[in-house]
């Protein structure tokens, strides 16, 4: 993300900071700031526990981590999001079914989401005074808490990740008119949708599998378009 980012100048159209310059160095002082703010707010989920689904998707991960063809299999107990039971089989196989591993991941997540939130405001337009803040009001935000909390949620914070970084690598493409940051858009965008792939698989047949991966390639087409 620090490799796309423009020199020091923002957009035309988004005002300087009273005190702050959209630099490199203030974005990772940002990010620094957000991850001691994260940490205040989120780092007793180190203890947490399981709640929900969690319990499931650990006991996938142990029978994914036996067998890795389990990762498709129509018999898991919470079927539909591949890429995240890749993900958190990758937990999996680094801390085990210790839950505090899979809650900071979570964590970091929902912190890396919030600090490129704030980085889109500001270049898509907004102060950057105004952008800091939405992405540190976001964070702390505790509407959304479930996305943080709950290790079953952790699509929702990966899925943001995606869909703001797709965002990024389509207005670099504006700038700089290069191919290669709209295939970088329609990568991430399609890994975001991949991401939602909800049809359960106990119930999917070749025929609307290959429509479900149709429309992961072809809905960002549309969204191009538009």
């Not at 020091?8 to 160095?25: D, M, Y």
């Not at 142990?62 to 937990?91: C, I, N, T, Y």
């Not at 808490?145 to 949620?153: D, E, K, L, T």
């Not at 990568?187 to 047949?205: E, N, R, T």
Request: charged letters at 15%.
């Amino acid at each position: 993300i620090l490799i796309m980012l423009p020199a020091s100048t923002p957009p035309s159209s988004a005002p300087r900071g009273l005190f702050l310059r959209p630099t490199r160095q203030t974005w990772v002082i940002y990010l620094l700031v957000m991850v001691a703010v994260s940490w205040g707010c989120f780092g007793s989920l180190a203890d947490h526990l399981l709640d929900t689904h969690d319990h499931d998707y650990l006991l996938d991960s142990a029978d994914v981590d036996r067998d890795f063809s389990h990762l498709f299999s129509p018999d898991k107990r919470m079927p539909g999001r591949p890429l995240l039971d890749l993900a958190l089989w990758v937990g999996y196989r680094i801390w085990g079914e210790d839950p505090g591993g899979f809650h900071l991941l979570g964590v970091t997540l929902h912190t890396l989401a919030s600090t490129l939130l704030g980085f889109v405001c500001w270049r898509l337009g907004m102060s950057l005074v105004s952008s800091l803040l939405s992405g540190i009001l976001f964070l702390v935000n505790t509407a959304h808490f479930q996305a943080v909390h709950w290790i079953s949620a952790q699509c929702y914070p990966l899925s943001m990740v995606l869909g703001l970084i797709s965002v990024i690598c389509y207005l670099r493409f504006v700038e700089s008119n290069r191919s290669r940051y709209m295939g970088l858009f329609f990568l991430m965008l399609s890994v975001m949708m991949a991401v939602f792939l909800s049809a359960k698989l106990s119930k999917i047949d070749t025929d609307s599998y290959f429509k479900a991966i149709i429309s992961i390639l072809i809905d960002p087409i549309f969204i191009i378009l538009c």
